[in-house]
């Protein structure tokens, strides 16, 4: 089945500065790789997916890069702020499947004010 | 809310109790999700229903029992539980053909005394 490691486990900015956090996967039929993002006490939610299509993807400070001949995903914040302060998890699935995503283990960012 | 309602927000239970955890989606989606969040772990699957069937049990002890009736209610049923047991369990839910990623519902804080 499929593996997804994450790294780094926490990671703390300056506010104003840019974090990256990577992701690898393990099955190469994977196609779809979202990323969540769970603040404090609330439930994950979507900030960002892109499909095997494409290498990259950007909405406002946020971007996700794909290299699919490594099989790994990155998501990059930048002019970060303290509201982005959370923990993110990556994932990776098949469209078109109700296998379920694979996550990986979730990365603590803290931005600094 | 997200269209993704889970009831309730917080339990405490014995280890001779029996509960359920309740989640009902209002997205139209097809398939739901049992997930289970320990601290410092990754989001572990738990179960998935595709078109009210089961399709994935993750190696879940019997104490875990899943119910899905129908497309939009998924239960989870829990009796002698144990205090490892306890908890975030979230519920989601998805539109398998389309895979725009998982809906979480805020989940159930579980605890076992």
């Known amino acids: 089945g499929e593996n997804v490691e994450q790294h780094p486990s926490t990671l703390s900015v300056q506010e104003g500065d840019s974090a990256v956090i990577k992701c690898t996967y393990s099955d190469s039929a994977s196609n779809y790789f979202p990323w969540y993002k769970q603040e404090l006490g609330k439930r994950p939610q979507l900030i960002i997916d892109i499909r095997s299509n494409v290498g990259e993807k950007k909405d406002q400070r946020i971007a996700v890069t794909l290299n699919k001949t490594a099989k790994h995903f990155s998501l990059h914040i930048t002019e970060t702020q303290p509201e982005d302060s959370a923990v993110y998890f990556c994932a990776a699935s098949v469209i078109g499947s109700a296998r379920q995503l694979t996550f990986g283990s979730g990365t603590q960012l803290t931005v600094l004010p | 809310e997200t269209g993704v309602t889970q009831t309730p927000r917080h339990l405490v239970m014995g280890m001779t109790n029996k509960k359920s955890l309740k989640c009902e989606q209002h997205?139209?989606?097809?398939?739901m999700y049992w997930y289970k969040q320990s601290a410092k772990k990754p989001l572990e699957l738990m179960f998935v229903?595709?078109?009210?069937?089961?399709?994935e049990n993750n190696s879940v002890p019997s104490r875990f029992s899943p119910e899905c009736p129908n497309s939009s209610h998924l239960f989870l049923h829990l009796h002698t539980l144990q205090p490892e047991d306890s908890a975030l369990y979230l519920c989601?839910?998805?539109?398998?053909?389309?895979?725009?990623?998982?809906?979480f519902g805020s989940g159930t804080r579980l605890t076992v005394v």
């Open positions: 989601a839910s998805s539109q398998v053909a389309e895979n725009y990623g998982y809906t």
């Open positions: 997205l139209g989606h097809n398939a």
């Open positions: 229903y595709s078109l009210e069937e089961r399709v």
